[in-house]
């Protein structure tokens, strides 16, 4: 083997070494910043979801440190060119503003007021449950906007995907739904 190919390899080595060294904390800021957050904007002082760009923080962070912008938010269009001071929010907090990790923490340890399952952590793998409201209509919390959620959880009551469909059907079909008298209590 040459000198000069011994001096290539050595370079490709370091250079492969430096980008793993680099990507580990582009990774990272990327999985840590990507998915939708609520926040309370600064102007309004109202529960806002906004998305922050995960690819260019987890580029930013690969380079020198991760840069937050928004990729997202529900006051935009309108308010597209706003400061994006709640960004400092994410910073502080990265983890209890992510609105997965708000709705399963306020599922965990709630029971389904139709069948009574307890709810535990969220999964991605398991069927979304369900809300119901003061009107006994029941929706799922995927297709509620995701800053209504803090005001839905004060009115709404949790029921779980299987009760949700239940009761969808039975509000779309009740020619369909066959109702079984009420049997007497059987504790008595
Ligand atoms: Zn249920």
């Known amino acids: ?44 002082h109202k529960t806002e979801a906004v998305e922050v760009a995960a690819g260019e923080a987890g580029v930013g962070a690969f380079l020198t440190e991760p840069t937050l912008r928004l990729k997202e938010c529900s006051r935009w269009p309108e308010r597209q060119d706003c400061g994006q ?3 400092q929010q994410i910073e502080v ?8 990790n708000i709705v399963s923490k306020w599922y965990e340890g709630k029971k389904c007021v139709l069948c009574h399952k307890t709810f535990g952590e969220l999964s991605h793998l398991d069927h979304p449950p369900g809300l119901i409201g ?7 919390w995927r297709e509620l906007r995701p800053e209504q959620l803090p005001e839905v959880f004060s009115t709404h009551r949790p029921v779980c ?4 469909v239940a009761e969808t059907f039975r509000r ?9 008298e009420a049997e007497p209590k059987r504790m008595m």
């Open 93 to 100: 907090d990265p983890e209890n503003c992510l609105v997965w």
């Open 172 to 180: 779309l079909h009740p020619e369909l739904v066959v109702d079984r």
């Open 1 to 44: 083997m040459t000198g000069t190919m011994l001096v290539v390899i050595a370079v490709l080595a370091l250079g492969v070494g430096l980008f793993v060294f680099r990507a580990i904390p582009g990774i990272r800021a990327y999985f840590e910043y990507r998915g939708k957050r609520l926040i309370t904007c600064p102007e309004t």
């Open 134 to 140: 003061p009107d006994h209509k029941s929706v799922e």
């Open 161 to 164: 995907w299987n009760c949700h």
């Open 85 to 87: 001071e709640c960004l």
